[in-house]
């Protein structure tokens, strides 16, 4: 607690934005590599589906994920089947639904890198024996890892944010899936806005620092490449 806020909400939602930014970038790294890679119509077709959460709003694809996922729904009873807890109203639920939703904040950084590195140094490694795992740790990794920090800075801060999503698929649980952003509505709407400004400005340094981290990281990658 402090000043009589509880800050449980802010821890969840600081678990939520670093669980989904480590899987959009364990699992989003593969598709970023293959949207570089593909030409033509199918790769417009898939950048508009990675893109879409860019424009739909939060609550269409909340409300789709809760009747995918949720009870009823056919993720929702294959993963009841295996005799897991429900997805929805869960910390797990969350994560999937944030994943979904800042996909585009990892892909479209990780694509623009790998694009802009091209084939040439992958091939050059090739000929002299590494193979596809060794070149993406010692080629490609390292040449694109300011496009890596962008990713996950990006996918972290929009997660942290995030509320319409998350308020569909978790509702609004204290202790379990009430995140700051639904917290400090709750505070507004109850007229507490000191317990509200408390948790806002918390926010409000915390992605400001984060920004200012991440700046100032490029900055000196680009010097040492100048």
């Known amino acids: 607690m402090l000043m009589g806020v509880d800050l449980q909400p802010l821890w969840i939602t600081l678990q939520v934005a670093f669980y989904t930014t480590v899987l959009l970038i364990v699992l989003g790294t593969p598709l970023a590599l293959w949207l570089a890679r593909i030409q033509g119509m199918k790769k417009a077709v898939f950048e508009a589906m990675v893109a879409l959460p860019l424009v739909l709003p939060p609550t269409v694809l909340g409300f789709y994920l809760l009747v995918t996922i949720g009870p009823g729904g056919p993720i929702g009873d294959l993963w009841a089947s295996f005799g897991f807890e429900p997805l929805t109203f869960s910390m797990t639920g969350l994560v999937i639904g944030s994943f979904l939703y800042s996909l585009p904040f990892a892909i479209q950084p990780l694509m623009n890198g790998f694009e802009q590195l091209g084939k040439r140094p992958g091939e050059v490694a090739a000929t002299l024996g590494a193979g596809p795992i060794d ?92």
């Open 135 to 226: 070149r993406f740790f010692s080629v490609t990794l390292p040449l694109t890892r300011r496009h890596y920090l962008v990713a996950a800075t990006l996918a972290f801060a929009h997660t942290v944010g995030e509320f319409g999503v998350i308020l569909m698929i978790g509702g609004n649980i204290p202790g379990v899936t009430q995140v700051a952003s639904i917290a400090i509505y709750d505070h507004v709407d109850a007229l507490e806005y000191s317990e509200a400004h408390v948790l806002s400005a918390i926010m409000l340094v915390m992605s400001l620092l984060v920004l200012t981290i991440v700046y100032g990281v490029n900055r000196r990658m680009e010097a040492r490449f100048k």
